[in-house]
Structures are given as C-alpha cells and as structure tokens.
C-alpha cells in the first residue's frame, strides 16, 4: 500500500511546525535590535556577547551543569545496583520495585517539587545546593534505572556465573564483566538524565533560592524583566547542548532506543 | 550472603531515595489536607465551591483534553508516515522530532513568545497578508497556552506511535487490501486495533504532562490564564497558603492517578492481542 500524498503533505507540515520555532529562536538570537524580532534587521553576534556578561547566567550555567552531573551520577551509583538486582535477582524481588523507581515519573513533578521544598528545603532545613541535588538524583532515577535495566535484560548472566566460578570475586565480576557489557546502556542513560535535569523547571522552582538557581529558573526570570535577544542566544547553546546529546544517544543505544 | 538478602541490599538505596524523598513528603503534602480543625474535607469542600479555583481546573482539564486530542491526531497522521518512509528519511524525521524533545521547555515556550507577540511574527504576517489591520493580542490567552502546549507534545506522541506502528507488518494491510477492504476499513478494523496501546500509552503521557505543566502556563497564559501547576505555585510561594497549595496537589494526583489507573485498564481490555 503506498502511503497516501496527502498524509505526506500532513506530515511535513507537521515537521515544518516542529522545526520552525527554533529556526526562529536563532534567527531571533542573530538580531542586532534591542527587541525580539524575527527575521533580523541586521546580523550581529552582540546577544551571544551578553550572555557572559550578565553574571547571573554565568552562574547559573555553571550550577545548571553541575547539577545535572552530579544529580545524574548519585542516582547512576544508586539506580545501577537496583536495576542490576531486578534484572539478575528477578525472582528474589517483588515486581513492584520496579514500578516504585518510576514514581518519580508517575507523581507530577511540580507536586514533588512543592513537597521537596516543604518537607526537605524547610522541614529537614537542607541548604539549597543539597535539595536540588536530591531532587534531580530523584527526578532522572527512572532514566537511570529503565535505560540502564534495558541493557542488563538484554545481558547474558551466565558469562557472569562463569567468571565467578572460575573463581573472580563477585564485586570483580561486576566491575569486569557485566558493567563493560552495558555500558552503551550506562552512557545513553547517563546523557538522557543529564539532559532531563538540565532542562527541568518544575522542580528546581521550588527549590532555589537566594544566591542559587539554575539556567532555565534564571531564564524564567530573565524572561519577566527583559525582553531582549538574549534569551534567544542562551536557548541557541542549550539547543547545541541538545545536538551533543542525540549524537552520544545515537552512538550507544541509536535514537531509535527512543521510540520504544 | 544469601541472593535475597544480596537483591535487597543492592536495591536500598534507590529504594530508601524514593521512600524517604518522594514518598514521605507527598504523603505529607497529602496528608496535611486533611488536617483542618473545621473537619477533614473542609480544604476540598473550600476548593470545589470556590468558582475561582473550579474555573482553574476547569481550564486545565480543557486545555489537557484539546491538547490530548489535537497531539492524537497530528501524532498518529504523522507517526504513520513515519513509520512507513523509507528507512534514511525515518532516521531523518526521527531526528527532527527528537531534537525537539530533548530542548527545554523553557526554551520550546519561549519560542511562541516570539511568534504570538504583538510584534511577532504571526501578526506581521498576518498585517503583510491583509488578513487584519492591527496586531492581535494572541499572547496570555488560552489560545497561546494551548498552541505552545501542542508545540511541547506532538514530538513525544509521534515517538510514541512510530513504534507502534512500525509493529503492524505491512502484510496485514495488505491481506485486507487483496480481500477487498477500502482503505478506510483497513484502517478502522485492522490498524486501529492494533494501535489503540500505543495510542493509550500516548494519550496518558500526553494529558498527564500537560495537566501538570508550569513553565509553559507560566510564559504564555501568565496571571490571566492561571492552571493547576502555576496556581499551586502561585498559592505555595507567592501567598505562601502552603495547605491551599497541598490541596491543589492533591487533586492533581487524584487526576493523573486515576487517568493512568482507567487507562491502563482501558488499555487491557482493548488490546486485541491479550484478548
């Protein structure tokens, strides 16, 4: 059956509209006006010049990234042992388990934010810095845990089995056989949590406060006051941010991997 | 060590994460709600007779349902296409609806700012074509929140879908051709079965994230087109009435609990392969 012309036409109108608004964001990020205006009156890289000058951006990229490094890599060291004794102990635990580390995904994330701000940030008096990393460690542990689970239930256990009676140390065996074997699964899932917390709003609203916030808190706020190209520029590097991210995703698992 | 034991020692931390940083404080938030000395569901009584906050809900269910529904369509038209070009173009398109996905929402919504301002693009346009004479205000209504809400998922649908319907084997329609069936009964009685999981999972995601989204309602609805997740941070930090803003919450897990709950039931009972 051939796919009809007319869905064609749909589906590249539909791309057209995906695509478009960002094509606009960096034509917008190019302008040499003082005001959003789209297509430019003239080109001028001085929006991208801004974006280092204001230090609050300075900042809160630097807080952005470390965050989403560090959030990602606390959740990977505890959502790999999880994933790793669900995949390799399936009988021993309840299945539930698996449906308990993707709460995070399941709760809406603003009323996580809102409880992590009561409960932690306030009620367990957590300086800021901290609350935020608890709340991305807990934000991407689904992405930790689902991606990473993926590779281990695709992983032969018996290789490890045969390590270990060959007389390897478990903790060895791990390290040595079965992590090197998924790591496609690691990295990938790595780089999509890294970029869920990069992006999140919802939940770092709640959480930051005076002296620390993140990129897109920041860019919220900028967004309030001013109404320049600079939000353009800043949203033109997180866009190349983006494009790192879908290359290390199609390296390991494929973009496809998405589509599942 | 015995496995079991060992299976549960790898498991506590992410267990005791969850439990201890998600689990208690919503359990928290949930709980509070309650508390009134006016009796325990004076907050819910309080929130379902005040017209402004029903027409808050209100507005975000609609805004979710359109959103859903116009996210279902254009999805599914386009996955379909998708799913049946040619396999370097599949990459290619798969690319452009990642690539959007993986941009912040911030930056998806800031997107339609330029678009629908009073000078933006649109209204340009639109003045160019002689369609109007003065700008529109498009920007802080429920029109600019719904398109922008559209925008933000229509890639997450059509990734949904590809996959779904990639797993319907171009036999099938086929065979239904060859036996005589016109295309639109092809289409209703073997693909749409077939789909109806994927258009499920879908839908859920689809509702659920836009019933729950703050940024977007923040940018583009602003105060005038308050929802769910700008509200509960309206009454959180700005009125600080943190047990008002419990109370919000709780009707937004009651909502995307139980839409995930009748869905997936939904989703069992339709799926023709477990019958």
Same mark, same amino acid.
Request: charged share 5%.
């Given at each position: 059956m051939k796919t009809n012309p007319f869905l064609i036409a749909f589906a590249v109108l539909t791309f057209a509209f995906l695509i478009g608004p960002l094509i606009i964001i960096i034509g917008t990020s190019l302008s040499d006006t003082t005001y959003l205006t789209f297509p430019p009156q003239g080109i001028s890289l001085r929006w991208y010049e801004n974006i280092f000058e204001i230090s609050a951006f300075r900042r809160t990229m630097v807080t952005s990234f470390l965050l989403a490094v560090g959030g990602t890599a606390l959740s990977m060291l505890i959502g790999i042992p999880a994933a790793y004794a669900m995949a390799r102990y399936r009988y021993e635990l309840p299945a539930i388990l698996g449906n308990i580390y993707v709460l995070p995904i399941l709760i809406p994330e603003i009323v996580l934010g809102f409880s992590l701000m009561k409960?932690?940030?306030?009620?367990?008096?957590?300086?800021?810095?901290?609350?935020?990393?608890?709340?991305?460690?807990?934000?991407?542990? $689904?992405?930790?845990?689902r991606v990473v689970g993926a590779s281990l239930n695709a992983f032969d256990f018996s290789i490890e089995e045969a390590a270990v009676s060959l007389g390897c140390p478990r903790w060895k065996a791990f390290f040595t056989v079965v992590l090197p074997n998924v790591r496609a699964g690691i990295i990938a899932g790595f780089i999509l949590a890294f970029i869920t917390s990069l992006n999140d709003v919802s939940i770092s609203i709640f959480l930051?406060? $005076?002296?620390?916030?993140?990129? $897109?808190i920041q860019l919220l706020a900028h967004m309030e006051q001013f109404f320049d190209p600079t939000i353009a520029s800043v949203s033109v590097l997180l866009m190349f941010v983006t494009v790192g991210v879908m290359a290390i995703v199609e390296r390991t698992l494929g973009l496809t991997f998405l589509t599942k | 060590m015995t496995p079991r034991l060992r299976a549960w020692a790898l498991s506590a931390p992410a267990l005791l994460l969850v439990l201890l940083f998600l689990g208690l404080p919503v359990l928290s938030t949930l709980t509070t709600t309650f508390g009134d000395p006016k009796g325990p569901f004076s907050q819910y009584a309080a929130f379902f007779n005040s017209r402004f906050r029903m027409t808050v809900l209100w507005r975000t269910m609609e805004v979710a349902v359109i959103t859903t529904t116009i996210s279902l369509v254009v999805g599914f038209m386009t996955a379909w296409v998708v799913a049946r070009a040619p396999s370097r173009i599949? !990459?290619?398109?798969?690319? *452009?609806? @990642?690539?959007?996905?993986?941009t912040? @929402? @911030?930056?998806? !919504?800031?997107?339609w700012l330029i678009i629908l301002g009073k000078n933006g693009i649109l209204n340009d346009t639109l003045i160019w074509l002689g369609v109007i004479t003065e700008p529109l205000s498009m920007l802080y209504t429920q029109f600019s929140v719904t398109i922008a809400m559209v925008y933000l998922f229509v890639p997450l649908m059509i990734l949904t879908l590809v996959g779904v319907l990639e797993g319907i084997p171009q036999d099938l329609t086929e065979a239904a051709a060859s036996l005589g069936a016109t295309p639109a009964a092809t289409f209703r009685q073997v693909i749409l079965p077939m789909a109806v999981p994927g258009l499920i999972v879908g839908s859920v995601l689809v509702f659920t994230g836009s019933f729950t989204s703050y940024a977007t309602p923040q940018l583009l609805g602003g105060e005038r087109q308050m929802m769910?997740? /700008?509200?509960?941070?309206?009454? *959180?930090?700005? /009125?600080?009435?943190? @047990?008002? *803003? !419990? /109370?919000?919450? *709780?009707?937004?897990v009651v909502v995307t609990l139980t839409t995930v709950l009748a869905m997936s039931k939904l989703a069992r009972r339709l799926n023709p392969v477990a019958g």
């Open positions: 409960s932690v940030a306030v009620g367990m008096d957590f300086p800021i810095m901290a609350a935020l990393l608890v709340g991305h460690a807990l934000l991407v542990l $689904p992405y930790c845990v930051t406060g $005076p002296g620390v916030s993140t990129l $897109p | 599949k !990459s290619l398109l798969i690319i *452009a609806a @990642v690539f959007p996905l993986l912040g @929402v @911030v930056v998806r !919504s800031f997107a769910m997740g /700008t509200f509960l941070y309206q009454r *959180a930090m700005v /009125t600080f009435d943190w @047990v008002g *803003a !419990s /109370t919000i919450a *709780a009707v937004m």
